[in-house]
């Protein structure tokens, strides 16, 4: 149990333009999904949390207008990269709980979108 | 403000005893996590401490000592597929994980 999903797994883009990534938990519903980026030989870096139905919440110095997240519903979340610039390129990382904030879930992880924007 | 710090890189011989260290100072403490990750592939569970003491599971064990703000991973009989990066991580409010930079594990023959 407790598989999520991530599509797609790989995507190169010119710069400018915008790139969709999905997040889906299989196996359970989610309330909480989190998007992390990880440049190489560094650790994860929480980019945002998103909860069902609401609006996500983007940590400090992330982008919201350029990082778009939207979780329309228990088992799907997406990331929107929009104007991609070769900065952007990274392995990005969706992970999903149960929870509901405040209780401490197991995050499961999918198996990341690594992204080249040239 | 937060801060969690592991060794950057260790070495270990095929069938032996490895311990990985984690120390840590965050403004929130929710429990901390242990993550396995291979090369290009997402993060996988592997222990969950809230309270101190160890947690046995199989060739892994994890301690955590509160008071102390540390951790160890300690992995038994060591095999080459456990060639990897170890990542410690705390959990804070809102269920957010903070990451350390993680243990690159190399297991030799």
């Known amino acids: 149990g407790a598989v999520v999903s991530q599509h797609p797994s790989r995507v190169i883009c010119k710069s400018g333009t915008s790139v969709k990534i999905e997040c889906r938990s299989l196996d359970f519903q989610a309330t909480t999904m989190f998007w992390y980026r990880q440049f190489p030989k560094q650790s994860l870096m929480l980019m945002a949390t998103?909860?069902?139905?609401?609006?996500?919440?983007?940590e400090q110095g992330v982008e919201k207008d350029k990082f778009l997240i939207n979780h329309a519903s228990l088992t799907l979340s997406t990331l929107t990269v929009t104007s991609a610039h070769p900065e952007d390129s990274s392995f990005y990382i969706c992970?999903?709980?149960?929870?509901?904030?405040?209780?401490?879930?197991?995050?499961?992880f999918g198996p990341g979108t690594r992204l080249l924007v040239l | 403000g937060q801060n969690i710090d592991q060794p950057t890189e260790m070495t270990a011989t095929e069938g032996a005893i490895v311990q990985i260290n984690c120390t840590y100072q965050t403004s929130g403490f929710n429990g901390l996590f242990w993550y396995q990750q291979h090369a290009g592939e997402a993060p996988t569970f592997l222990s969950y401490n809230v309270l101190d003491g160890l947690e046995e599971k199989g060739r892994f064990s994890s301690f955590l000592s509160r008071s102390k703000g540390y951790s160890y991973l300690l992995l038994k009989e060591l095999q080459m597929k456990d060639s990897a990066s170890y990542l410690c991580a705390v959990g804070n409010q809102g269920g957010k994980l903070i990451f350390g930079q993680g243990t690159e594990l190399s297991v030799k023959p």
């Open positions: 992970s999903a709980s149960v929870g509901r904030g405040g209780a401490m879930e197991t995050q499961y």
């Open positions: 998103s909860n069902e139905g609401s609006k996500a919440t983007y």
